[in-house]
């Protein structure tokens, strides 16, 4: 039985059809929230004034009465013994002396307000994760305003204003949990729903401005944000700096050297991300950097020495295109993959294959060493090592397409890949196509 907006009885699921008279009969009894009302009463609620006229007593008991049996059939599904059991006959003791009356007798499950009640009750008790699921299932059983055929009768306000105070009072724990559980966009259509019904409630609207002002300013440097729900991943592209990303493991493209020298720019441009990385994360010290660089690569076979004469300057040994190793710094992991060739001029040259080799490869690392952290990865080839076959936009698919594809494959990556796009390459980046890729059904599917 429903009455979180209009009646509604149904038998096994079937929907029973009620006449108006029956209906507001019903809807009485149930404003009496489990308490037994006299005959006398319901005939003046439900039938109104001339109910009280003089020779319609006895007339007006019969209507009752079968208005009651109507009722009882109804919600026994045709059983009038069933219908007995829930729609209870009572004697009460009232200044007029002993009268009949009428009390539903009806568990949570059966009437949905009661069961509403039942579940935002129960919310309380509960942790957030919990509590979010009871209370979205409570919100979910509201079809309009309760007890709607009784708007502004006197006998139905007491449980309107109850029913849609616990309304209001299960949107506001909802979208407290959704905040608390770092999900605030999925508070907002919450509140909008509430100012929709609650237009001239500036409570409501206050609610609605604020959770709107929180997620404008935490999606403030979000360009791009798209889950691949079947493999519970999130692709996120930012305009800001890599190394803000303080919750992230970090990739930073090298050289095939694995230079980090940045004395005077020569063999490394402090603009660059190692020069960076070793200026923010290491202090400018890039010995500290060389030490761990040394100590990671130790496994990997060097394909070529060079001679001092020939590089006078920084490292000699050359490692294989594609190779990555992690470096350790704090609790998270840097992530140096090399994808150019660091010519004896001093001038890194790179090609889209040379990339895509190395982003295999960084995938493979990032899940062997990333403990599931969210990873940033800048725009790689867009720098001094320049891709010239590939505008930024291809890169930025380039490097999300093989992240989707290796997660496809099956391997737990990460939660989330997040392409950090510096503000002076944003204009020179078009997300549009990078936006239809991530849309396509095929990386979607289970």
Known sequence: MSVLGPVRVESDGVPVQLTPLTRRLLVRLVAADGEAVPVRQLRWDVWGRQADLPGQGARGRNEVQKRVVELRRAIGGGDLLLGARVLRTEQLSTARGSETGYRLSLAPAELDSAR??????????????????????????VRGRPLAEAAGEEFAEPLIRRLTGLQDTARRELI????????????????????????DDPSWASELGRLRDGLRGRWDDELLRIALPDRAIEVVVICGDLFDQEDANLVAGFTDTFDTEIDQDLVI????????????????????????????????????????????????????????????????????????????????????????????????????????RPVAVPMLGSGLARIVDLDRGRLAR??????????????????????????DDLRRTDLLELERFLQEAPYRRG
């Not at 509403?116 to 059983?141: C, H, I, K, Y």
């Not at 093989?402 to 950090?420: H, I, N, Q, W």
């Open 116 to 141: 509403f009640t039942e579940l935002v009750n129960d919310s309380f008790q509960v942790g957030p994760v919990m509590a979010a699921w009871r209370l979205e299932e409570a919100l979910g059983m």
């Open 398 to 423: 380039l490097i999300v397409e093989s992240f989707v594809r290796a997660c496809l494959d099956g391997t737990p990556v990460a939660p989330e890949l997040r392409l950090v796009v510096h503000p």
């Open 176 to 199: 407290s949990c959704r905040v608390r559980l770092g999900r605030p966009e999925l508070a907002l259509p919450v509140a909008e729903a509430a100012v929709r019904d609650r237009p």
């Open 269 to 372: 441009s402090r603009s660059s991300i190692q020069g960076q990385l070793v200026e923010r994360l290491f202090g400018g010290r890039s010995e500290l950097l060389d030490a761990e660089l040394e100590r990671a690569l130790r496994p990997v076979p060097v394909v070529e020495r060079e001679r001092s004469r020939d590089k006078p300057r920084g490292r000699r040994l050359r490692y294989p295109i594609g190779t990555t190793v992690a470096v350790p710094v704090g609790r998270r992991r840097v992530f140096a993959t090399a994808y150019s060739r660091l010519g004896n001029d001093m001038v890194a040259r790179s090609g889209p294959e040379h990339l895509a080799l190395a982003l295999d490869r960084l995938w493979e690392a990032v899940a062997l060493h990333g403990q599931y």
